[in-house]
């Protein structure tokens, strides 16, 4: 079950830059698209806290005190960088995803996002959270190369300089992103944190939609249809589904599985829009995924700090995953 969990997990996140092209051709600005998944993922999370208490205690683990022990002012810190996570990392890197996304196809601007967890080992060495072994410098050696067929290999996609930077700018924010969160995932729940960091990102899109105007909500069915499967399966289903498949197969199983997410945005793109990716593009795909594996991989005695970071809540792709499902070593919280 556990397994299938991640799986299913790894499928909802992956669909989302699916629904967010079909909402695009529905007439939904990018910045109504934001506004109103953050909002309604915020809502309903905060409603699952509410039916579930149970959902709003941690579990005591070697580096998280007896929930409710720590002190007032460290939980307040806590809280306010769960906040900011959301209102600053994760506002920027879903804007940063769906701005790409109306310049280029979904299966490209997945495969250039997934970068991140290579990232996220790149800066866990310099950062010194984490050592560079000859397995995963050759993982690293790989991923690069794969990223820059996928690139080069542009032929049967419609690539786009301006949407792959952005597509770059997202994968580098959410590293970021991971790597700051990797300080408070461990003192929170992940439904609490990932309910935080969504209440945060509608607060941001929220302001500067007041800021510049508000945002155009005057559009058919057929796009809050396609918001309401971003911000239920994409979001809130991707994420609790992935919780759920986290804790019966343990984090490196789980981040592993997750890599099944942009093979997902790659064969719906081509189902359902018609997309393509070239043979050379699929070779660099696979290098990419194959790398991502590699670094999942951990001996069965390993210590914390041997572990890297962990994401949190989030982006866009299995892993805005949102807050919990795709990172380096250990994912946590989802976000894409």
């Known amino acids: 079950m556990g397994p299938a969990l991640c799986l299913l997990s790894a499928a909802c996140f992956g669909a989302m830059a699916i629904f967010g092209k079909l909402a695009y051709e529905a007439g939904v600005s990018p910045g109504a698209l934001l506004l109103v998944r953050f909002t309604l993922a915020a809502a309903l999370l905060g409603m699952a806290l509410l039916v579930r208490p149970g959902l709003r205690r941690a579990e005591p683990g070697p580096h ?5 022990s720590q002190p007032a002012t460290t939980r307040g810190r806590v809280l306010a960088t769960a906040v900011a996570l ?3 990392g994760y506002a920027t890197q879903a804007s940063l995803f769906f701005s790409a996304l109306q310049r280029m ?3 490209l601007l997945s495969l250039i996002l997934y970068t991140y967890p290579v990232l996220v080992t790149v800066a866990a060495v310099l950062l010194g ?16 190369g794969g990223t820059l067929l996928v690139l080069l290999g542009a032929g049967g996609v419609s690539f786009h300089p301006v949407g792959a930077l952005l597509a770059f700018a997202a994968a580098l924010t959410y590293t970021v992103y991971i790597l700051v969160a990797d ?16 209440a945060g990102a ?3 899109l929220g302001a500067r939609a007041l800021l510049t105007g508000g945002v155009d909500l005057d559009f058919g069915p057929p796009g809050w249809f396609w918001l309401a499967c971003i911000a239920v399966v994409s979001t809130v289903v991707a994420m609790l589904t992935f919780f759920a498949g986290l804790k019966r197969t343990g984090p490196s199983t789980a981040a592993i599985l997750s890599t099944f997410e942009p093979v997902v945005t790659t064969a719906l793109a081509a189902l359902i829009l018609g997309e393509s990716l070239t043979p050379v593009q699929l070779v660099g795909g696979a290098l990419v995924l ?4 590699v670094l999942q991989l951990r001996p069965t005695r390993t210590h914390r700090q041997d572990q890297g970071p962990r994401p949190a809540p989030d982006p866009e792709s299995r892993r805005a995953r949102d ?4 990172g380096n070593a250990e994912p946590t919280t989802v976000a894409p």
Do not use: K, W
């Not at 998280?64 to 409710?68: K, W």
């Not at 300080?183 to 969504?198: A, N, W």
């Open 290 to 293: 194959s790398s991502v594996v």
């Open 86 to 88: 959301g209102a600053i």
């Open 323 to 326: 807050p919990a499902r795709d």
């Open 129 to 144: 959270r984490d050592r560079l072994t000859p397995g995963r410098g050759a993982a690293l050696v790989a991923a690069s």
């Open 202 to 204: 509608a607060g941001t």
């Open 183 to 198: 300080t408070v995932v461990h003192r929170l729940p992940p439904v609490v944190l990932s309910t935080l960091v969504m």
């Open 105 to 107: 196809d979904a299966s």
């Open 64 to 68: 998280r005190g007896e929930p409710g």
